[in-house]
């Protein structure tokens, strides 16, 4: 009996089994192990978390290799890892060390300022950012298996993961009730897909799975997105960029499975000290702004 | 009849569709309240290390283990691995199967993969005669079984993929991402 690797049912299945869960950032071994007995369903291992790329500044690229692969032998769970938009030599190098899922992400530096990467072209799956329907379902178009909402990374500011996260269902909503021979101008209009477009109508639902990111921060912010009604949630500096990270993490996925029971969510929230500082988003410069990186 | 879903991570909300299709009325369990007149229970694919921690958190497991007693359960990988007696690590498990199990055998995500598998119970139930087209994430084998339990599928180098031991099923793989309903009309023939 043949075995087929790589096919898409696997690199969406990966994500199908992510559901209900919370993928944390995690920039070593100390973090990742944390990650994992918290509960993590994944763990994304990168350098510096989004708040210190911010803080930073400069150009940020994919992670040392053998970062990565320490981190993959020290925990059980899937491991996640960053490649630069349009960098497709950094995606061959992650699949190369035998990653789990490639996030094409915004966080890092473009290096490709009109196009993506081919994720067809791989075995690994791929995750990458949207804002709205079109830019998700172009993604999905070049092959990427699993989708996630930008918000604004390293902020701690939920504002703009609650308005991608409205956008984006708040488009499909609509297209559930247009007519069939409205849907190739809704193509054209949207830049996505027009198959794709037919079969989000047809399931109701993005064809693949949608997670929410970027600003993350409280056991309530990631329980406010699940009822927004996406998939699960990553959590990046929200986390490790806390007073309690062990604590918070343990509490935000908790909030995830039991995010609609106010009294667990009010249990969960007591006593995790201080929260990421966070930067208001209203008052940061659109330059300093990275959700728009993308095409 | 109902049957419930574990709720705690995975993808539950796909097994949820499998149920409707058989038009059997689906619950969501997350808490020991809800395993309440439920028929049968199917434990989902996700992260087992996961679903663990959060069954423990809400004093899930007891409650989880009574209910075995009287009731059909059925866990898909990650499932499978918690209703195990064994998974040579540290993590919570039912114990209600015997059966040892390893996870993450076939090895990471480039390695999850889709085959056929010639399961003969499978198709006796269901009078079907076409292979079952199974889908592999990270999948757990099954290392050895023991006592009532037995082997229900093997993949070709002999690996065991899916037991039964009396109303209770494991399988490494994914029924519930798969369009066949059978391995689903089989759980429930258990239930009944």
Redesign the interface.
Same mark, same amino acid.
Request: proline letters at 5%; aromatic letters at 2%.
């Given at each position: #009996?043949? !075995? !087929? +690797? @790589? +096919?898409f $049912? &696997?690199k969406k @299945?990966?994500a !199908? #089994?992510?559901? @209900? @869960?919370v993928i944390m950032d995690v920039v070593n071994v100390e973090h990742a192990k944390i990650a994992?007995e $918290? %509960?993590?369903? $994944?763990v994304m291992a990168l350098e510096r978390v989004p708040a210190d790329i911010r803080a930073d500044g400069g150009v940020a690229r994919m992670s040392d290799p053998d970062m990565i692969l320490k981190i #993959?032998d020290a925990v059980?769970?899937?491991v996640m890892a960053k490649c630069r938009i349009g960098h497709f030599v950094e995606a061959q190098i992650l699949?190369a060390i %035998?990653?789990?899922?490639i996030d094409e992400s915004e966080v890092l530096t473009p290096a490709d300022e009109s196009n993506h990467i081919l994720k067809h072209n791989f075995? &690994?799956?791929f995750v990458c950012g949207c804002r709205n329907l079109g830019e998700a379902l172009r993604r999905v178009g070049e092959g990427a298996a699993m989708i996630r909402t930008k918000g604004e990374a390293g902020t701690g500011d939920v504002v703009e993961a609650v308005r991608h996260a409205r956008t984006v269902l708040g488009d499909i909503r609509r297209l559930t009730t247009m007519a069939d021979e409205e849907l190739m101008s809704y193509a054209k209009e949207i830049g996505a897909p027009y198959e794709l477009i037919k079969e989000t109508k047809e399931l109701g639902r993005m064809p693949v799975v949608n997670f929410a990111a970027g600003g993350v921060a409280t056991p309530a912010d990631a329980a406010l997105m699940m009822q927004l009604g996406v998939d699960g949630v990553f959590v990046g500096s929200g986390i490790f960029k806390s007073g309690d990270p062990a604590r918070r993490a343990a509490a935000i &996925?908790?909030a995830? +499975?039991?995010f609609q029971?106010a009294s667990i969510l009010a249990e969960v929230s007591k006593n995790l000290g201080e929260p990421m500082v966070g930067r208001n988003i209203s008052q940061m410069p659109e330059s300093e702004k990275i959700a728009g990186r993308g095409w | 009849m109902k049957i419930g879903v574990l709720a705690l991570q995975g993808d539950f909300a796909e097994h949820i569709v499998m149920l409707r299709r058989l038009k059997v009325e689906p619950v969501e369990v997350r808490l020991p309240g809800h395993l309440k007149g439920l028929d049968g229970l199917i434990i989902p694919g996700g992260e087992s290390t996961t679903i663990g921690k959060l069954a423990v958190a809400y004093d899930l497991m007891e409650p989880l283990r009574l209910f075995g007693q009287r009731h059909a359960i059925w866990g898909t990988c990650a499932g499978a691995i918690f209703l195990s007696k064994d998974v040579s690590r540290d993590q919570p498990l039912l114990g209600l199967m015997d059966i040892k199990v390893e996870r993450n055998a076939f090895g990471r995500q480039l390695d999850s993969f889709e085959a056929d598998l010639d399961i003969p119970e499978l198709k006796q139930a269901t009078g079907t005669a076409n292979p079952y087209h199974a889908i592999f994430i990270r999948a757990p084998i099954i290392e050895s079984v023991s006592g009532e339990a037995r082997v229900l599928s093997s993949v070709a180098d002999g690996r065991i993929v899916a037991a039964q031991q009396g109303h209770f099923l494991a399988t490494s793989f994914h029924p519930e991402l798969t369009d066949d309903t059978r391995f689903h009309e089989y759980f429930l023939s258990l239930a009944d």
């Open positions: #009996m043949e !075995q !087929q +690797t @790589g +096919t $049912a &696997v @299945g990966l !199908q #089994m992510l559901k @209900g @869960g994992e $918290a %509960g993590a369903c $994944a #993959m059980t769970i899937p699949e %035998g990653i789990d899922y075995k &690994v799956p &996925v908790k995830v +499975t039991h029971d | -």
